[in-house]
T-cell receptor, first 114, second 110 residues
Framework: DAGVIQSPRHEVTEMGQEVTLRCKPI?????LFWYRQTMMRGLELLIY????????DSGMPEDRFSAKMPNASFSTLKIQPSEPRDSAVYFC????????????FGSGTRLTVV | EDQVTQSPEALRLQEGESSSLNCSYT??????LFWYRQDPGKGPEFLFT???AGEEKEKERLKATLTKKESFLHITAPKPEDSATYLC???????????FGIGTKLQVIP
């Protein structure tokens, strides 16, 4: 398996623009997570899905953030409109049964909003 | 609110110089304590899960231990390839609630 695949690896956009981050989880994994990592706050859970259904989106910072999982092999995280404070590394992770046996993280998308 | 605090923030060791990283946690009802390794430009890589006080897990030069308030990651005779950021995370159950620490950046010098 190629692991969790995220695209793009890097994204530079202007404030106010829409940004879409993409993730392909490991086949067969029932859980998918979106995390944001910054130097100051570390890794923060934004939202997670179980069997394509959003379960907890309490970490989504504002209505500007939205996430979808239309099928078991694809998820998107959208920011509209983007702001400079959204600059961070966004990770997608997947898991077979939950956190106990560890999450498999993708390589992340480094987002810079100027 | 669950909290995970790691220390030190950064650690520089000579190759072969053993040391320990600390993870203090304050969570309601710990169900698991995790250690991850993160290399620059990559996502975290899962290392261990510890479930209860007194438990130990080992992997090559790494040994993780758990008490009721802390976890330690002991690194024995480290090599340059052990250089990475080590993340600790606590699972308090209920809706996949996992809280990560900021991490300890380890540098092992040849």
């Amino acid at each position: 398996d190629a692991g969790v695949i995220q695209s793009p690896r890097h994204e530079v956009t202007e404030m106010g623009q829409e940004v879409t981050l993409r993730c392909k989880p490991i086949s067969g994994h029932d859980y998918l997570f979106w995390y944001r990592q910054t130097m100051m706050r570390g890794l923060e859970l934004l939202i997670y899905f179980n069997n394509n259904v959003p379960i907890d989106d309490s970490g989504m910072p504002e209505d500007r953030f939205s996430a979808k999982m239309p099928n078991a092999s694809f998820s998107t995280l959208k920011i509209q409109p983007s702001e400079p404070r959204d600059s961070a590394v966004y990770f997608c992770a997947s898991s077979l049964t939950g956190p106990t046996y560890g999450y498999t993280f993708g390589s992340g998308t480094r987002l810079t909003v100027v | 609110e669950d909290q995970v605090t790691q220390s030190p923030e950064a650690l520089r060791l000579q190759e072969g110089e053993s040391s320990s990283l600390n993870c203090s946690y304050t969570v309601s009802g710990l169900r698991g304590l995790f250690w991850y390794r993160q290399d620059p430009g990559k996502g975290p890589e899962f290392l261990f899960t510890l479930y209860s006080a007194g438990e130990e897990k080992e992997k090559e030069r790494l040994k993780a231990t758990l008490t009721k308030k802390e976890s330690f990651l002991h690194i024995t005779a480290p090599k340059p390839e052990d250089s990475a950021t080590y993340l600790c995370a606590a699972y308090s159950g209920g809706y996949q609630k996992v809280t990560f620490g900021i991490g300890t950046k380890l540098q092992v010098i040849p």
